[in-house]
């Protein structure tokens, strides 16, 4: 059994695609936008002119698969109750990431030292999506 992540960008997901691609290093391995579906959505659930906008995609984080979809297209997207984490094997990696995720986003924690961790952060990125950032010890 796995569990995996599926966020709802509203909107703004083939943007954060290619930003987890430049920040994370993440490879999208399947889309699918509204206008590929065999069927039309049900009607109200997709505003008119979304046709190009993301229905499905798959993308690979290190060993984790996450999945991301435009969902309503409402531009309103919300992120809260959670957070992805990644355990890194350096604190040069973490930096690294953290870096990247902090860009356009907001740090919640500043990635440091902890009884737990070499480095431990937590941002919320451009999106609002909540990370993680922790050193394997």
């Known amino acids: 059994?796995?569990?995996q992540a599926y966020l709802f960008f509203d909107?703004?997901?083939?943007?954060a695609l290619e930003?987890?691609?430049k920040a994370l290093g993440a490879e999208v391995t399947m889309l699918a936008r509204f206008k590929d579906s065999p069927e039309p959505p049900p009607p109200g659930t997709v505003p008119p002119?979304?046709?190009n906008?993301?229905?499905h995609a798959t993308l690979r984080i290190g060993d984790a698969t996450v999945m991301a979809s435009d969902g309503r297209c409402t531009g309103r997207p919300s992120f809260q109750g959670f957070s992805l984490s990644i355990t890194?094997?350096?604190e040069a990696k973490a930096e690294k990431l953290f870096a990247s995720l902090a860009e356009g986003g907001q740090v919640q924690m500043p990635l440091t030292k902890t009884f737990w961790s070499p480095r431990f952060g937590?941002?919320?990125d451009r999106f609002g999506v909540p990370w993680m950032i922790n050193v394997a010890h």
């Open 1 to 3: 059994m796995q569990i």
């Open 49 to 51: 002119g979304s046709e």
């Open 88 to 90: 890194v094997p350096d």
């Open 11 to 15: 909107g703004r997901c083939e943007e």
């Open 53 to 55: 906008k993301v229905m």
């Open 122 to 124: 937590m941002v919320a």
């Open 19 to 21: 930003f987890y691609r």
